[in-house]
């Protein structure tokens, strides 16, 4: 059995041979550059560390890596890397190490010590202090404005820092046939070389680009006080995440696997808002474009919602969500447990194998083996469950607690 056909089984809820393995097939599923580099010491890895995600700080993978921790899915991305030497450049993460970041990313460090993140039109969308292993957005288009625009132009979808895209989307799909051509001929290139599962990283978020552009505080107003404005913003939304999947699917469905969503709509204790609202003003329009995957594919439909989230799920899975991550099982009303059985014959957990926010961090190599276990069990009977920890392997996290997450989920998963 090859990985692909592991996962698929998995997600159509059936046990493979195995527990399918997840590390870095998507931009909270990843590793930090800065403990990637010191995989990288302790392994002896060859390929340098590329820093794809420059606002989360996080580095591809690598097939050196995927081999060692048995890795059975994958970031379309990768298959963009390209020319190492004509199209990436040097770049020095806050710990001092090295990396690359992609020729296209203009990111500069000022005397200060300040990291500033420019879009491609030179306007500075994001800055990380010395200090931060992350980027903070620090433009936001119509931010300073008291409502939403009747009318809204090109700025509804660029001047975000979220507009410093990485790959593929650095190409423009949409508008340049040339570049369209390039992205369709190298996934069906790629779809040849390798029988991982591909996923496909779009977001298409709703909350959370409302709060790009808005800021975060002034869009939850704006669903509050201004629900014409805030249906207005997020119709255009909806017509623009229509056109980008119609690009992607109409040639590519058949050589990715996975598409995936995100749209972080709990907070540690609960959803943002009343459920009630969520479903009313959000899932319709996540219907809409999960219903397009589906319809116009074989793929199934991944979504990213961090947080307290368990009073969603039953909106999301008839809105025809097929995988949920990163199960945080540290937040309210997130018991492993109460999801297996409420949720598990509808739902795929891609992720919730290891708490991040705890032992994955703080832990021993022990105590991270004993929870991997411990998820297994809940997560793993009857399919349904592909290995990750919750979120992203982050930059203070111990070389020997990585080795342990992995070959525990390696030697535990094993039918």
């Not at 995600?53 to 995927?66: I, M, T």
């Not at 975000?160 to 046939?177: G, R, Y």
């Not at 947080?307 to 039953?314: E, F, P, Q, V």
Request: hydrophobic share 35%; charged share 25%; aromatic share 10%.
């Amino acid at each position: 059995m090859n990985s692909r056909e592991r996962v698929l089984l998995a997600c159509n809820h059936r046990e493979a041979d195995r527990l399918p393995i997840d590390c870095g097939s998507m931009r909270s599923t990843g590793i930090s550059a800065i403990t990637y580099n010191k995989l990288k010491t302790t392994l002896g890895l060859k390929q340098p560390c590329l820093l794809y995600d420059f606002q989360q700080q996080l580095a591809y993978v690598g097939d050196e890596l995927r081999e060692r921790f048995h890795v059975d899915s994958m970031d379309i991305g990768e298959a963009f890397i390209g020319d190492l030497d004509k199209e990436w450049k040097p770049w020095v993460l806050p710990d001092g190490t090295d990396c690359l970041i992609p020729n296209y990313m203009d990111a500069r460090r000022e005397e200060n010590g300040i990291t500033y993140l420019y879009d491609s039109s030179g306007i500075r969308v994001g800055q990380q202090p010395p200090s931060s292993f992350y980027v903070d957005q620090v433009f936001f288009p119509y931010g300073d404005l008291d409502s939403i625009p009747d009318e809204l132009d090109e700025q509804v979808y660029s001047h975000t820092m979220w507009d410093v895209p990485a790959l593929p989307f650095n190409l423009d799909l949409a508008n340049s046939e040339e570049d369209y051509r390039e992205f369709v001929s190298v996934i069906k290139a790629f779809r040849k070389k390798t029988d991982r599962a591909l996923m496909i990283s779009i977001g298409h978020s709703f909350l959370e680009f409302g709060g790009y552009i808005r800021r975060p505080e002034n869009f939850l107003c704006d669903i509050l006080l201004d629900r014409s404005g805030t249906d207005r913003l997020l119709g255009v939304l909806e017509e623009r995440y229509l056109v980008k999947l119609d690009r992607i699917l109409s040639e590519v469905a058949d050589d990715i696997d996975i598409v995936q969503f995100g749209d972080d709509l709990g907070t540690q204790n609960g959803p943002w808002m009343a459920p009630e609202m969520i479903r009313d003003i959000f899932v319709p329009h996540y219907k809409k474009l999960w219903d397009y995957v589906h319809n116009h594919s074989k793929c199934k439909v991944f979504m990213h919602n961090c947080g307290a989230i368990s009073l969603l799920l039953g909106y999301l899975i008839d809105a025809g969500l097929d995988i949920i991550n990163p199960v945080q099982t540290t937040a309210a009303n997130m018991d492993p447990v109460m999801l297996k059985r409420e949720f598990g014959k509808d739902l795929t957990f891609w992720g919730g194998g290891c708490e991040a926010q705890g032992v994955l961090t703080t832990g021993t190599p022990e105590e991270i083996r004993d929870q991997v276990r411990k998820r297994i069990e809940i997560f793993g009977k009857d399919g349904g469950f592909v290995f990750n920890q919750i979120h992203n392997v982050l930059a203070n996290v111990p070389v020997e607690n990585v080795l342990a997450l992995y070959d525990a989920a390696y030697e535990y998963g094993k039918y």
